[in-house]
Nanobody
Framework: QVQLVESGGGLVQAGGSLRLFCAASGRILSISVMGWYRQAPGKQRELVAS???????NYADSVKGRFNISRDNAKIAVYLEMSSLKPEDTAVYYCKVGRWDSVEYWGQGTQVTVSS
């Protein structure tokens, strides 16, 4: 079964940068969207950024201008470059790959902690 493997999380001071990586362990057909979500303690999982198969990009208002999402279709990988990090960005970050038939694949999550 195909899995999404994430890496790149860690501890960083406010104002710092991190880059998250997510790649599929095998082939996934008919991908419609790839994206990143996050979940902070006591809060619901929320969309951070997504990129569709046509290249349309969507960002949460809270990260616009600070985060940049990109994808590599050949590698079935999605990246998230995060800069000017704030303590409120602290969360577990999950990558997701969605297919046109509504099947979804989720990564195991990677912790991002931003200290003040």
């Amino acid at each position: 079964q195909v899995q999404l493997v994430e890496s790149g999380g860690g501890l960083v001071q406010a104002g710092g940068s991190l880059r998250l990586f997510c790649a599929a362990s095998g082939r996934i057909l008919s991908i419609s969207v790839m994206g990143w979500y996050r979940q902070a303690p006591g809060k619901q999982r929320e969309l951070v950024a997504s990129v569709s198969s046509s290249g349309r990009i969507n960002y949460a208002d809270s990260v616009k201008g600070r985060f940049n999402i990109s994808r590599d279709n050949a590698k079935i990988a999605v990246y998230l470059e995060m800069s000017s990090l704030k303590p409120e960005d602290t969360a577990v970050y999950y990558c997701k790959v969605g297919r046109w038939d509504s099947v979804e694949y989720w990564g195991q999550g990677t912790q991002v902690t931003v200290s003040s």
